[in-house]
């Protein structure tokens, strides 16, 4: 819970400081090959701003939201925000599955379909610009988000309308007033890839609900 408040409060105060063209603050982190590639063809900007700036979930982590989404060669996956891809690149490379990566960020578009590129996964992994609150995701049997707990929130009625049995995995943030059926820690060594914002323990939460989910009672 503390460490979940921290990441909200980070990732709030960062995409508030945030102008609409400034690059991520993680830019820096990722790998040369992807950020030369994008630098090398500007993307233009967003139509609107962002509502939480790119922070990567660690790799560690992301293999841990995929291991509890109990993917099977059926599933399609759907990541909301996707960042530089790698969650979708991931699901392809480990499960072969197909996978659907949106972000608003022209920029982050351009990157992750150069990681998919470069992984040769591109016959599995689409990667889309889109506001992820004016999609139909009933295309998803696996839906993966790293946004904020009130952006979870407003996605609430568009996951309700998933199939019976989807699996939502949220890196770090909750949704209030649904159940999760399972919630895991990971410890990520300080320093590493997509390890920019990190708390004092280096511990990362993931939860993980079955649609339709279990209603939770909240302190009003
Ligand atoms: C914290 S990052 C998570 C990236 C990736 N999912 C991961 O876990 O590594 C959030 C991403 O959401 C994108 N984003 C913010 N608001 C959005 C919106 N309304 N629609 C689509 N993408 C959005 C940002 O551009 C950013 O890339």
């Known amino acids: ?3 979940s408040l921290f990441f909200a409060l980070i990732l709030l105060a960062a995409s508030a400081s945030h102008s609409q063209t400034s ?5 820096a982190e990722r790998p040369a090959s992807v950020a ?3 630098a090398a063809a500007p993307a233009p900007a ?3 701003k962002p509502d939480v700036i790119f922070v990567p979930t660690p790799q560690a982590v992301v293999d841990e939201m995929l291991r509890m989404a109990e993917i099977g060669p059926k599933d399609v996956l759907y990541d909301l925000g996707c960042g530089d891809g790698r969650i979708v690149v991931t699901a392809a490379q480990r499960y072969g599955v197909k996978a659907v990566g949106y972000d608003i960020d022209p920029l982050r578009v351009q990157e992750a379909r150069e990681k998919v590129r470069i992984a040769g996964v591109g016959h599995l992994v689409r990667i889309e610009q889109a506001d992820v609150f004016t999609l139909d995701l009933t295309g998803a049997s696996v839906i993966t988000l790293y946004l904020l707990p009130q952006l979870n929130l407003r996605l609430m009625p568009q996951l309700a309308r998933l199939r019976t049995g989807a699996r939502i995995l949220s890196h ?17 060594e300080p320093g590493g890839d997509g390890d920019f914002f990190v708390d004092e323990d280096g511990n990362h939460t993931v939860y993980k ?12």
């Open 1 to 3: 819970m503390k460490s």
């Open 23 to 27: 690059p991520a603050a993680s830019e």
């Open 36 to 38: 030369a590639k994008a």
């Open 46 to 48: 967003p139509e609107r």
């Open 172 to 188: 770090n943030f909750d949704m209030r007033g649904a159940k999760p059926v399972e919630v895991r820690h990971v410890t990520v």
């Open 209 to 220: 609900w079955l649609v339709p989910w279990e209603p939770e009672q909240t302190a009003p």
